[in-house]
């Protein structure tokens, strides 16, 4: 048998079920959509991870007017103290794992919490002795916090040693629980595309079904006598896949970079090379699963 007239019995078969070729390509096309930018958030938060992690500081709060007595039992810290910490980030031992540190005053700090809380009631409240003086430690390897932490924990006249890294966990928590949610819905959402494909091919074999039989007289192969029903499903899920990539491609453009990244300059943000990696694998995962969905369905209808 010609390729020609196994092409010409695909295109016969898409004719027939126009229906139900429009609805494999809307499924394939919502269900790699989700798959794409779910895919494009994993990016994001590995991105935003890099980005923000390396940036995150070690505070070390000193005791103030109104810290518990547990933590502080000397009250506010003194100029001993703080001279005290100065030199204990400064020692060999520390020195290493340091890039840099500075310190904040009660002036500093009022200042930066006055801009932070700029039209917010609390900040009317608020006076500069009941804000923590902070040594800010800049790590050269943020993943190596705890020996900061550890060091000054419990240190005289110190209140708490932050990392910054713990606020960020957080978000990026709520980040990765979103992209799960997305793949879970993603997988559904294919797992019905499959089983559309495999509905569509089963209805266009019935009605081909006499066709099936003279292709079988004339001695075609299972594999000539399949391939068309295999070929429906491709190019439905292929343009659906197709529509997909693009689908993708216009969010990071227009919505990412477009609308996202100009309100967030401080952030790094996916663009159009990271949209254009997930494109071909989202054609790839759409060929691949309307072929095994297709394969599956005819040669377990027809028994070849």
Not at 32 to 60: C, H, I, P, R
Not at 117 to 131: I, R
Request: net charge positive; with cysteine; aromatic share 10%.
């Amino acid at each position: 048998m010609r390729l020609s007239t196994v092409f010409r019995e695909a295109v016969s078969g898409l004719r027939r079920n126009v229906a139900m070729v429009v609805s494999i390509i809307l499924v394939t096309f919502l269900s790699l959509t989700f798959v794409g930018t779910a895919s494009l958030l994993q990016m994001q938060v590995a991105q935003m991870k890099n980005y923000w992690y390396d940036k995150a500081e070690v505070a070390v709060y000193l005791c103030s007017t109104i810290s518990p007595a547990n933590a502080c039992p000397q009250g506010q810290a003194s100029e001993d103290i703080k001279t005290a910490v100065t030199a204990k980030l400064n020692e060999d031992t520390l020195k290493p794992f340091i890039n840099n540190f500075y310190f904040e005053d009660h002036a500093q700090a009022y200042k930066h919490f006055q801009e932070q809380f700029k039209g917010n009631t609390v900040a009317k409240y608020v006076t500069k002795e009941q804000l923590n003086e902070t040594f800010w430690v800049k790590l050269k390897d943020p993943q190596k916090s705890q020996i900061v932490t550890e060091t000054f924990t419990g240190f005289a006249g110190v209140e708490e040693v932050r990392d910054q890294r713990s606020y960020l966990d957080q978000i990026f928590n709520i980040l990765n629980a979103a992209s799960l949610a997305a793949i879970g819905v993603a997988t559904l959402m294919l797992f019905s595309s499959a089983l559309l494909i495999s509905t569509t091919i089963r209805l266009s074999a019935f009605s081909r079904r006499r066709e099936i039989g003279i292709m079988r007289l004339v001695g075609a192969s299972n594999f000539y006598i399949q391939l068309p029903f295999v070929l429906e499903g491709i190019v439905a899920a292929t343009v659906g896949s197709l529509l997909a990539g693009g689908a993708v491609l216009a969010i990071v453009q227009f919505f990412v970079q477009g609308v996202l990244a100009p309100k967030l300059p401080f952030t790094n943000l996916v663009g159009l090379p990271d949209a254009l990696t997930v494109f071909p694998i989202l054609v790839g995962v759409g060929v691949l699963l309307a072929a095994i969905a297709s394969g599956s369905a005819i040669r377990r209808y027809l028994r070849v």
